[in-house]
């Protein structure tokens, strides 16, 4: 079982900047692909950024691409989501996700993801 806490979120103004980590408890993190979603109010939880085991490949939705980077540190068990250039669109709880299952495409499904991590929340003020 590998628990997921995340961190960092919090309230900032349109063009601002927040970083998130997520620190797993798993010994064996560097197993895991580890990707960020989020959920606003009324909406689905969808895809943010996904990074691999190694972090040498990283895959990111449209809409943040260019302004968001997915990060990891497998010494630390720790994945980290740089939010640049925030909009108010961003405002969502982020979760961090873990998934086992290995995959030549990228892993952008909420169904592919084994571990959740509780939520943090970002709002974005224009």
């Known amino acids: 079982q590998v628990q997921l806490v995340e961190s960092g979120g919090g309230l900032v103004q349109a063009g601002g900047s927040l970083r998130l980590s997520c620190a797993a408890s798993e010994g064996t993190f560097s197993s895991y692909s580890m990707a960020w979603f989020r959920q606003a109010p009324g909406k689905e939880r969808e895809f943010v950024a996904v990074i691999g085991r190694s972090g040498g490949s990283t895959y990111y939705a449209d809409s943040v691409k260019g302004r968001f980077t997915i990060s990891r540190d497998n010494a630390k068990n720790t994945v980290y989501l740089q939010m640049n250039s925030l909009k108010p669109e961003d405002t969502a709880v982020y979760y961090c996700?873990?998934?086992?299952?290995?995959?030549?495409?990228?892993?952008?499904?909420?169904?592919?993801?084994?571990?959740w991590g509780q939520g943090t929340q970002v709002t974005v003020s224009s």
């Open positions: 996700a873990a998934a086992r299952r290995y995959s030549l495409a990228p892993l952008n499904r909420n169904a592919q993801y084994d571990y």
